[in-house]
């Protein structure tokens, strides 16, 4: 069962091999492309069957912070460990929060996004800064590769 967390998981899980990596864009429709392609970069090789989970809820966590903040920069922090990928998407509206709900029905284009993460990720969460008064939020959702899924998907190096 998939939850969510106030809770940012701490990145030492991870160990000390562990790869951290930054991304700021815009506030701008192409932000989800762009926040794609840049996971597809970081886990393609390492964790290839984390792909398609992982830029479907990228997209939906982009496009959110993209639709109901005026954020004028959207901060996305990937950290990547030997079984596990860690994605925070930074905007600086505490408020609103992203709430899971029933979803809509599927003739909807919009309301399904959280659920799709809670049926893609792992864990899923909002993490909150600046104390009591928040300033800003991050949702995360975090990928875990299993022994049945490493491989799956694997793109081919051998190719000419």
Aim: overall charge positive.
């Amino acid at each position: 069962m998939h939850r969510a967390s106030a809770l940012t998981p701490s990145a030492p899980f991870f160990g000390r091999h562990a790869e951290r990596y930054r991304l700021s864009t815009p506030h701008t429709p192409r932000a989800p492309k762009i926040a794609r392609d840049f996971l597809v970069t970081l886990i393609g090789v390492q964790h290839p069957s984390l792909i398609e989970p992982g830029t479907l809820c990228m997209s939906e966590v982009v496009t959110n912070a993209i639709r109901h903040t005026r954020s004028p920069r959207i901060a996305i922090d990937v950290s990547i460990g030997d079984e596990r990928v860690l994605v925070r998407v930074h905007d600086n509206r505490p408020c609103p929060l992203p709430a899971s709900r029933k979803p809509p029905h599927e003739e909807f284009e919009h309301g399904r996004g959280l659920a799709l993460i809670e049926a893609h990720a792992a864990r899923w969460g909002i993490t909150f800064f600046g104390g009591l008064s928040p300033r800003s939020k991050a949702v995360w959702f975090e990928l875990h590769e299993t022994a049945e899924t490493r491989g799956a998907g694997a793109i081919r190096t051998d190719l000419p």
